[in-house]
């Protein structure tokens, strides 16, 4: 079983981005969205996935990643997925031995940015950079899939 432990972010200022190792753009949709799970297709420059994600909020789900051809990916990104589509840059930061993945949203989702890290382990210590702000983990609105149906543009306070 794949298990995804992340915590994700906010940031208190943009010093992280003295840090960037390099950028990725990113196109996701959904294609379901379900009270246990979600089932996206993402594309980043010539490949692309299929992925199947627990609903689980919090600090680990359990995740399943495939790849598939890119042309499926498109077509089925334009025909099958719901609107709005999440676009983002992440951005690759490396800051005290870990690895941060700091999303910058594009589109509906424009001025929001969020950092992420992925954990081996459940419970595992990490340190804190400085530019880092609020922890919004549990914080259902800053998923992508909910970013997808509920965008950050349509907020009422972006906080």
């Known amino acids: 079983m794949a298990v995804e432990i992340e915590h994700k ?23 379901s969205a379900v009270a246990t799970s979600s089932i996206r297709v993402r594309v980043s ?6 992925n199947i994600k627990s609903a689980t909020i919090g600090t680990h789900r359990h995740e399943y990643e495939y790849e598939i051809p890119l042309s499926d990916a498109q077509e089925i ?20 031995n ?12 424009s001025g929001l940015i969020v950092a992420e890290i992925e954990l081996l382990e459940v419970g595992a210590d990490f340190s804190i950079p400085a530019w880092l702000g609020e922890e919004v983990t549990s914080d259902h609105r ?9 965008p950050y543009s349509v907020w009422r306070d972006h906080s």
């Not at 420059?45 to 299929?50: I, M, P, S």
């Not at 099958?80 to 992440?90: D, M, Q, S």
């Open 9 to 31: 972010f906010l940031l208190a200022n943009n010093d992280w981005r003295k840090q960037v190792s390099y950028s990725v753009k990113y196109k996701q949709g959904y294609l």
């Open 45 to 50: 420059n010539d490949k692309a996935w299929l």
């Open 77 to 96: 990104i334009t025909n099958l997925c719901r609107k709005p589509i999440i676009e983002k840059t992440r951005h690759i930061v490396i800051d005290d």
């Open 98 to 109: 870990n690895t941060w993945e700091i999303d910058e949203f594009e589109g509906d989702n």
């Open 142 to 150: 800053y998923y992508n899939n909910n970013l997808a149906s509920h």
